[in-house]
């Protein structure tokens, strides 16, 4: 028999499915984790349940979310690499796994899956036009869930803008605006003069995940929910806050534009470059997400103010 309170995290190493996991603990969920290596000792995942495994492999992923009611989806892989061949097969496994254990799937959602046409306000039902290849599996995986809803399964997608957090490492913030381990005295702004732009503070966003499956019965079948996260209205006000909490610890900071000629030049040769460019599109105009019907749905959208998430990611990223 499922535990209700019983959670697979497939991606719990990296940024977001980490930050539910701990976010499960301490809401008192029997917490397990898939990974393929075996992991070194860290205090802050010593009450999860770590299990031998890949989510490639179907029996793996299978036998870990035995009895679990809650599968969350947050793996991808490494780099940027082979997602062709890997996104969809990892998904597909993920929800034959739900399927045989009547899980809910939980799906950390993108804005990959919008094209311009979509933009400047996403709300659930926007069109998703994609104009990349990452765009276009993206809306491969919810079309995937959506049919697994349909054969009577239950999915939650949350979607929000760029992630950012103290234990976050693969993202715009910590690979492009400032760099891991160093004072940030150049903070790098990605975004086109005036352009709008959406971050989203991991724990916030674990924060709202736990507080939508504390209520899991009464969501639908295929649940989305945006996220408002940090809006910048015009581009500058996460870097503003950067080189604010930077001056405060002693740096002295400036904000530069961030190199896409670089990008360009050096993205034949290099795979996570290339790709970063087939993105630029999102940082050339405004996108805000419409977190309407969240608030209808919650009350409430958890969201730590900005200087203090700043400051905290900054930290742990060793740059203060």
């Not at 290339?274 to 958890?302: C, V």
Request: aromatic share 8%; net charge neutral; with cysteine.
């Amino acid at each position: 028999m499922k535990s209700t309170n019983k959670v697979l995290i497939l991606g719990a190493t990296g940024g977001i499915g980490g930050e539910i996991a701990r976010k499960l603990i301490r809401d008192e969920w029997d917490v397990r984790a898939l990974r393929r290596s075996a992991p070194q000792h860290d205090d802050r995942n010593e009450s999860m349940t770590w299990i031998s495994g890949d989510a490639q492999n179907a029996e793996r992923v299978e036998a870990a979310a035995s009895d679990c009611s809650v599968i969350v989806h947050a793996v991808n892989p490494p780099g940027y690499r082979n997602w062709e061949q890997l996104v969809l097969p990892m998904l597909h496994n993920t929800i034959n796994a739900a399927e045989r254990n009547g899980a809910l799937i939980v799906l950390p959602g993108t804005i990959y899956n919008y094209g311009p046409d979509a933009f400047p306000l996403l709300r659930e039902d926007s069109p998703q036009d994609p104009v990349t290849r990452k765009g276009a599996i993206r809306v491969q995986m919810e079309k995937a869930l959506s049919t697994y809803a349909q054969r009577g399964g239950k999915v939650l997608i949350l979607r929000a803008g760029d992630f950012f957090g103290p234990l976050a490492g693969n993202n715009w913030f910590s690979q492009g605006l400032v760099k891991p381990g160093h004072p940030p005295k150049v903070i790098k702004n990605p975004g086109q003069p005036g352009a709008g732009h959406q971050w989203a503070y991991l724990p916030d966003v674990a924060e709202t995940v736990a507080a939508l499956l504390a209520r899991r019965d009464e969501l639908d079948p295929f649940s989305c929910f945006h996220m408002r996260g940090h809006w910048d209205p015009d581009g500058t006000t996460m870097t503003a806050a950067v080189k604010h909490v930077a001056e405060h610890a002693g740096i002295k900071a400036k904000v530069k534009s961030f190199p896409w000629w670089l990008v360009s030049a050096m993205s034949p040769f290099n795979t996570t470059l290339r790709e970063m460019r087939e993105m630029h599109y999102l940082w050339e105009q405004t996108i805000e997400m419409d977190n309407s019907k969240l608030i209808a749905f919650l009350g409430h959208e958890p969201q730590t103010p900005l200087a203090e998430a700043v400051r905290s990611t900054l930290a742990g990223l060793g740059c203060i």
